[in-house]
């Protein structure tokens, strides 16, 4: 999986779970304000991306990850 | 001074149907929900025969906030006290600037937590559970989620009591509204219909394994049972005090007279006859009535033989010899088990408002106990304004309740 399919992966993976268009998710939009998330969603997120792409994402550094385009860049770092 | 204590709105989502007018026409025409599911046989149980239940899809009413934290007794109980609040006359407003309390009946959740333990067991990695699977496993699950979604401010509160559950929770929250620490509580009670929740039950063999005719696997009293049916969904009364009820000009359905209870002290699966018989003795007392004015019994008989004998023998002992019809919904809905008490007692209230009883469909023959009672197979039209109904759980818990027509 390239970095392109993983980010239509990931995107239509959110969009159908946290009930919003596809074309609400943009690189440069903010991951909880757009997935409207809290405490307790951003752990469904997190579980999502993680069973869509393979990779753990850190607890630790799950709170630094602001963006959809900085959890793309995340991601492909880790495939 | 004692509060009087009234029912001013129902709901219901059972295999009977999904409204009251539909739950009234499976009554009234002796239909069965009973179904033979293959999914079941092939997990390996003893009897796949089950009561057929849709879990709502619920994406239009309640955010995805809201959803994910529900199993599905949630959503049944969402739906029905959704309707019961309705019926009520009951909006938004009132519960926003009332203290409305909340008691379920409820005593397991059992598919979130296998599902939780398989990703654990599987992926090593708790995340993956997701957000809401600490929420749905816990007993608690159908009261946290109500009181969040109708932002109940009174007492929050799960009532555990096995197949008594649903009994007990309107028991208890109708001694609450007599005490005057509550004027109107939300009280049902749900159960869960998925395999995982009822597998280990199937293993006890209690269940039918009349599986070649499953709408007469559910027997109740008749010679030839050969153990319950598992069914489930959920129930919602909303119990008011007389004087708020009259104060919202709410409509007044009936009044809760009476609510027994009673432990067996005994075995854990084997019910008797003296605890049973003290939980209908004291209903009786507590509602200050003669015993002649009941005018149906709705028996907790669940078509197991020892339960069905027993309490046969506990209402022979109460009533005496076929002096008052006596019947189980169970022959058609099977064992709502955690639901039980409160479905029992809205279907009760639909044949009591209606005019007949539904008949115990399948009480083909009686054996020696229940020849002592007066079982219509058939539905009867009867007017009668005060009816008994009995709910009894593993353990010996048992509750019953005497309901008079207003």
């Not at chain 2, 009897?47 to 949630?74: C, F, G, H, N």
Request: proline share 3%; charged share 25%.
């Amino acid at each position: 999986m390239n970095k392109q399919e993983l980010i239509e992966k990931i995107n239509e993976a959110l969009a159908e779970e946290f009930e919003i268009e596809v074309s609400d998710i943009t690189p440069d939009a903010d991951i909880k304000q757009t997935l409207e998330l809290d405490s307790l969603s951003l752990v469904d997120m997190v579980a999502l991306v993680e069973s869509v792409s393979g990779v753990k994402i850190k607890g630790s550094e799950v709170s630094s990850i602001k963006t959809f385009g900085a959890l793309y860049d995340y991601l492909a770092e880790r495939l | 001074m004692m509060n009087r204590v009234v029912i001013t709105g129902m709901g219901i989502y059972s295999c009977l149907g999904k409204t009251l007018d539909e739950v009234r026409d499976s009554l009234y025409y002796g239909k069965s929900g009973i179904i033979f599911d293959p999914e079941r046989k092939e997990m390996g149980f003893r009897s796949a025969l089950t009561a057929k239940i849709e879990v709502p899809d619920l994406r239009k009413e309640l955010s995805r906030s809201q959803r994910v934290y529900m199993p599905e007794q949630a959503k049944y109980a969402y739906c029905a006290t959704a309707d019961a609040l309705k019926a009520a006359g009951i909006d938004q407003d009132y519960l926003n600037t009332h203290e409305v309390g909340l008691l379920y009946g409820n005593d397991s959740s059992a598919d979130p937590v296998v599902r939780a333990v398989d990703t654990m067991r599987e992926k090593k990695d708790t995340t993956l559970c997701g957000s809401g699977a600490i929420f749905q496993s816990m007993n608690s699950t159908v009261t946290m989620n109500l009181g969040c979604i109708f932002k109940l401010k009174g007492i929050n509160l799960t009532v555990s009591g096995a197949c008594a559950s649903g009994s007990h929770a309107i028991g208890l929250g109708a001694l609450l509204i007599q005490n005057g620490l509550q004027e109107m509580i939300v009280c049902g009670g749900a159960q869960e219909v998925n395999p995982f929740s009822i597998g280990s039950f199937d293993g006890i063999s209690a269940f039918s394994i009349r599986e070649s005719e499953p709408q007469k696997a559910s027997r109740p009293f008749d010679r030839d049972r050969d153990g319950l049916v598992p069914g489930g969904g959920a129930a919602t009364v909303i119990l008011e005090s007389y004087e708020s009820a009259v104060r919202r000009g709410a409509p007044i359905l009936a009044e809760v007279l009476g609510y027994g209870f009673s432990s067996n002290g005994d075995h854990i699966s084997s019910p008797n006859v003296d605890g049973p018989a003290r939980s209908l003795k004291m209903a009786i007392r507590r509602a200050g009535i003669d015993i002649r004015e009941i005018g149906y019994v709705n028996a907790h008989a669940t078509s197991t033989h020892v339960g069905d004998a027993n309490e046969a023998k506990a209402i022979f002992n109460v009533f005496g010899e076929k002096s008052v019809e006596v019947t189980s919904t169970k022959s058609q809905t099977g064992h709502e088990m955690w639901m039980a008490g409160a479905s029992e007692v809205i279907y009760s209230m639909l044949m009591m408002k209606n005019g007949f009883i539904a008949g115990n469909i399948n009480f083909e023959n009686p054996d020696e106990d229940s020849a002592h009672l007066l079982i219509p197979s058939k539905t009867i039209e009867k007017k009668f304004d005060t009816f008994l109904s009995n709910s009894f759980g593993f353990g010996g818990t048992n509750s019953t309740l005497i309901i008079r027509n207003l």
